[in-house]
């Protein structure tokens, strides 16, 4: 499928947002905000795991 790319800015997107019925718009932001939570979660786990790249730590990459 071909990717279409859009030049429009970030205040043109909110002011398409703010014209949106109130109930689509509160469904978008709720929508906004779980995406915001994953991608912070996603963030935070990242830094659980950046000891598995030190030097040394192959014990991890051993087939089972």
């Known amino acids: 499928m071909p990717q279409v790319t ?13 014209q949106l019925p109130i109930q689509e718009f509160m469904t ?11 991608v912070a979660m996603m ?3 990242e830094t ?5 790249n030190e030097e040394g730590e192959d014990l991890y990459d051993a087939e089972a």
């Open 28 to 38: 978008l932001v709720e929508a906004i905000e779980e995406r915001a939570e994953t």
């Open 43 to 45: 963030r935070l786990a």
């Open 6 to 18: 859009l030049d429009v800015s970030a205040e043109d997107i909110k002011a398409m947002i703010y």
């Open 48 to 52: 659980g795991f950046q000891e598995w």
